[in-house]
């Protein structure tokens, strides 16, 4: 299979909350060609959909560094790190995260009753 297939397959199992699925194919993507910034931005999008969000910063800045002109790996690295800080907590209080199963990969945060939404 050539690595736009497995690009475009993993964006499907992304929609369909097949998060396994989705970086295995982004994964095999890259073993095709390792620069690729469509595999390494699914592969990072499909980490962060798994809640893995520090390394979902490492591919998005990874992929920033090739393609400085793309919105899409910005935007990448300020959801992860929003995230990441969530997690945290700003007071160093650690919050409960948990990614919706939207197709976007929202994250909630829950704390006592409240809920935020980023994105």
Do not use: W
């Not at 160093?92 to 409240?114: E, F, M």
């Amino acid at each position: 299979m050539n690595r736009e297939c497995l690009v475009g397959r993993s964006k499907c199992y992304l929609r369909l909350q097949n998060t396994d699925e989705a970086l295995k194919d982004a994964e095999a993507a890259l073993q095709i060609e390792k620069n690729s910034h469509q595999a390494i931005f699914q592969k990072a999008e499909a980490l962060f959909c798994r809640g893995d969000y520090e390394h979902a910063l490492v591919y998005y800045s990874r992929g920033a560094k090739l393609r400085k002109d793309l919105d899409c790996f910005r935007l990448g690295i300020q959801k992860s790190q929003d995230a990441i800080t969530a997690a945290v907590g700003a007071n160093g209080n650690a919050s409960k995260l948990t990614p919706t199963k939207d197709a976007d990969c929202r994250v909630r945060i829950k704390k006592g009753k409240q809920k935020k939404t980023h994105r």
